[in-house]
């Protein structure tokens, strides 16, 4: 079945650097786009990066470009994000996350605190 598991630090200072790993299982993971989401306490989960399956083109939501890399390695199943410049709102759950038609499937979450 497939399985999504993240990894990284829960506590970043501001201005400091998130590192986020996923390592997948379960499924062709070269053939599939690979997401980051988060969600914020109160809020929608939204999206905070794509990479594509061939070629690793990214996309980014705007809230985040320019100081976000996300990046895959289809020899190990993972993919990551880095988020540099990090503030205090920019904590939230992240989630990664692959869309197999019809479902999407999601990691269990990370919870990330931006705080001093």
């Known amino acids: 079945q497939v399985q999504l598991v993240e990894s990284g630090e829960p506590l970043v200072q501001p201005g400091g650097t998130l590192n986020l790993s996923c390592v997948a299982s379960?499924?062709?993971?070269?053939?599939?786009?690979m997401s980051w989401y988060r969600q914020a306490p109160g809020k929608e989960r939204e999206v905070v990066a794509r990479?594509?399956?061939?070629?690793?083109?990214?996309r980014y939501a705007n809230f985040v470009t320019g100081r976000t890399t996300i990046s895959r390695d289809n020899e190990k199943n993972t993919v990551y994000l880095k988020m540099e410049e990090m503030k205090p709102n920019d904590t939230a759950v992240y989630y990664c996350?692959?869309?197999?038609?019809?479902?999407?499937?999601w990691g269990q979450g990370i919870q990330v605190t931006v705080s001093s």
């Open positions: 990479v594509v399956a061939v070629g690793g083109t990214a």
């Open positions: 996350s692959v869309l197999i038609a019809p479902e999407r499937y």
């Open positions: 379960g499924f062709d993971f070269r053939a599939y786009t």
